[in-house]
């Protein structure tokens, strides 16, 4: 475990912290008005590695051969020169810092950082981090990398869990959820504030996804397997691919699922949820796609609809259903935006079919393919 301590002062600024992956959604924007909840989980924390925050340079300012050293190989709005590694945490985390008023950009509904760091350290006044809450945004803060030292608490800290450990141990996510708009707020508790949705979390999920199994596909039709991956995935790809009499398989893979057949060419696989890495059978492995391991573990072996046992008022155990959740009133869509963030650091997406895609997106959303 480690803490972090002002760059000025050496004044702690968070309890200690486990690190873990950067989510798939750490800089999703979701829908128009629409209350996210806080991102990390308490007693966590991942660095982003990219770079971020002003100073930005348009495209047209930069060489191509620049981009491709930083991983980007096709256009994008702009390219952040900030300081790479920042922090991310849950906001209940924080300690010793308090809000710089004049930096206090956002106010749609609350804080979106644009301003700069937002939260100065209370013993030296250091800008030190960005609160970010406003609406359609996840809930985090977000540690400025060059104002801060991070220092390892003695006696703190577990290794990783191992992918057996994660099967048995390891926490589903759940693909459809309730959204709440910012003004439910107001009204908290009641359900006429609320619809039920395709979860965020899975839509971020799939958009990474997606890139990946178009740059697996070389142009070729792709089928994945039925049931709640082909909801998923299924559409977008026969959208965005040509039929033909050559196709390649994808199907789920991982611990706990039996060892790969040699006639899928494309794996579906999760990332460790601590260390970020992606799982790989022990034999040479095809092109490997890579799932946050929640969204995975529930296409991996979904939930039986088993009742679950309650204790009654005298102590007696009873059945009791919870109802489904409802359905979405319409079809799955992966994140555009996720999907773009992560086509763009592709190798492949150089090639002009997959080039194409990217350059007619605007198209894709409006047919609603996202």
């Known amino acids: 475990m480690f803490v972090f301590v002002c760059a000025g002062c050496g004044a702690p600024l968070t309890v200690p912290l486990s690190p873990v992956a950067l989510p798939a959604h750490a800089h999703q924007k979701y829908g128009n008005g629409i209350q996210l909840p806080v991102l990390m989980e308490a007693g966590t924390f991942a660095v982003d590695p990219?770079?971020?925050?002003?100073?930005?340079?348009?495209?047209?300012?930069?060489?191509p051969d620049e981009?491709?050293?930083?991983?980007?190989?096709?256009?994008?709005?702009?390219?952040?020169?900030?300081?790479?590694?920042?922090?991310?945490?849950a906001p209940g985390d924080v300690i010793g810092t308090e809000l710089i008023p004049e930096c206090a950009g956002g106010y749609c509904c609350g804080l979106d950082g644009a301003d700069g760091p937002n939260m100065a350290c209370v013993q030296c006044s250091l800008?030190?981090?960005?609160?970010?809450?406003?609406?359609?945004?996840?809930?985090?803060?977000?540690?400025?990398?060059?104002?801060?030292?991070?220092?390892?608490?003695?006696?703190?800290?577990?290794?990783p869990l191992s992918w057996s450990e994660l099967v048995t141990e390891g926490e589903d996510t759940p693909p459809i959820v309730p959204i709440a708009t910012w003004r439910s707020r107001m009204r908290a508790g009641h359900w006429s504030n609320y619809w039920w949705s395709w979860s965020p979390r899975w839509e971020a999920a799939a958009g990474q996804a997606l890139a990946h199994l178009l740059a697996a596909s070389e142009g070729q039709q792709v089928i994945v397997?039925?049931?709640?991956?082909?909801?998923?995935?299924?559409?977008?790809?026969?959208?965005?691919?040509?039929?033909?009499?050559?196709?390649?398989?994808?199907?789920?893979?991982?611990?706990?699922?039996?060892?790969?057949?040699?006639n899928a060419s494309i794996l579906l696989v999760p990332s460790h949820p601590q260390t970020g890495k992606t799982w790989a059978p022990a034999d040479p492995?095809?092109?490997?796609?890579?799932?946050?391991?929640?969204?995975?573990?529930?296409l991996a072996f979904p939930d039986p609809d088993v009742p679950s046992r309650?204790?009654?008022?005298?102590?007696?155990?009873?059945?009791?259903?919870?109802?489904?959740?409802?359905?979405?009133?319409?079809?799955?869509?992966?994140?555009?935006?996720?999907?773009?963030?992560?086509?763009?650091?592709?190798p492949t997406v150089r090639s002009p079919w997959l080039r194409t895609i990217l350059e007619n997106l605007a198209h894709h959303i409006r047919a609603g393919l996202f």
């Open 50 to 63: 990219e770079p971020s925050g002003p100073p930005w340079r348009r495209w047209e300012e930069i060489h």
């Open 67 to 89: 981009a491709a050293a930083r991983g980007i190989y096709a256009p994008v709005y702009a390219l952040s020169d900030g300081a790479p590694g920042a922090i991310v945490i």
């Open 127 to 159: 800008p030190v981090a960005s609160r970010i809450d406003d609406c359609s945004l996840w809930q985090a803060t977000w540690l400025a990398p060059n104002a801060l030292r991070r220092l390892p608490v003695d006696g703190a800290g577990t290794a």
């Open 225 to 262: 397997p039925g049931g709640l991956v082909g909801q998923i995935f299924q559409r977008a790809l026969d959208a965005l691919l040509p039929a033909g009499p050559q196709a390649r398989r994808a199907i789920l893979a991982g611990p706990g699922l039996p060892a790969p057949s040699h």
């Open 285 to 298: 492995a095809p092109y490997l796609v890579p799932l946050p391991f929640g969204v995975w573990r529930r």
């Open 310 to 346: 309650t204790s009654g008022a005298v102590g007696a155990l009873r059945d009791h259903f919870d109802p489904p959740a409802p359905r979405p009133d319409h079809l799955f869509r992966a994140d555009p935006e996720v999907f773009r963030h992560t086509l763009v650091r592709l």
